[in-house]
């Protein structure tokens, strides 16, 4: 059976960077399962037709395509029930509520600290899309949405709930890494991949959270490409 994931990639087809997109390299790392990540463009829409969808990620497995990653987890939870990353209903429901604290906590304090990195990252034939949608999106301009200092600062008060999770627990999801686990890191690599923003302090209980997060399945997170790593290619 053949397994395809549409990926997000930026300037180079190795600089991987979707949060929503790494939630499911995850997963499936999580389950054992082996796929080919397909490079993919914001431009790129016709190339997801198959799936009347037009954003990543975009599962292909053997005959079933899903969209959506919070769908696609939900489906590798049916297809392959072994290792479970949302589990009951109660377990759904928490990796929902994750998912909306993980866009509208964390994302936008993330964003105002690296918006700029990341539109440097983006392929250039992408960028004019990308601040067009984006500025449309918030009202105003990229530069205007761009504020590390203010960004910093609604992090670390956004962060106080994991931090507390992390007091009790090794992972957000108990002493082993599941889904609550994937749902919240995917911004964390999106951040990783795109700049060299420092997001945490080495003190701090979510940091030390991040490393084993990078740590599981082989360096997964670790081992990705950054723009840091390309950047000099492409100046």
């Not at 507390?164 to 990783?192: C, H, T």
Request: aromatic content about 10%; hydrophobic content about 40%.
């Amino acid at each position: 059976m053949s397994r395809v994931l549409y990926d997000l990639c930026g300037i180079d087809e190795a600089l991987r960077f979707s949060p929503y997109c790494w939630r499911v390299r995850y997963a499936l790392a999580h389950k054992g399962l082996d796929v080919e990540t397909r490079p993919w463009r914001f431009s790129e829409k016709q190339a997801l037709a198959f799936a009347n969808h037009d954003k990543v990620p975009v599962l292909v497995d053997g005959e079933t395509v899903v969209a959506d990653s919070y769908e696609i987890l939900r489906y590798l939870d049916r297809a392959y029930p072994e290792a479970p990353l949302l589990g009951d209903s109660m377990a759904d429901a928490r990796g929902r509520f994750l998912a909306h604290y993980s866009e509208r906590s964390l994302a936008p304090a993330i964003l105002r600290i690296i918006i700029m990195d990341l539109l440097n990252a983006i392929h250039p034939d992408d960028r004019e899309y990308f601040r067009e949608t984006r500025e449309k999106r918030f009202g105003r301009s990229l530069e205007e949405v761009h504020s590390p200092v203010r960004g910093l600062s609604q992090l670390d008060t956004a962060l106080e709930p994991l931090r507390a999770r992390l007091g009790e627990a090794s992972y957000l999801d108990g002493e082993v890494p599941g889904g609550a686990d994937y749902i919240v890191f995917g911004k964390f690599m999106w951040a990783r991949c795109v700049s060299s923003a420092d997001l945490v302090s080495n003190a701090d209980p979510v940091h030390a959270w991040l490393e084993r997060m990078l740590d599981l399945y082989g360096g997964l997170g670790r081992q990705a490409t950054r723009i840091t790593d390309i950047e000099g290619a492409y100046r």
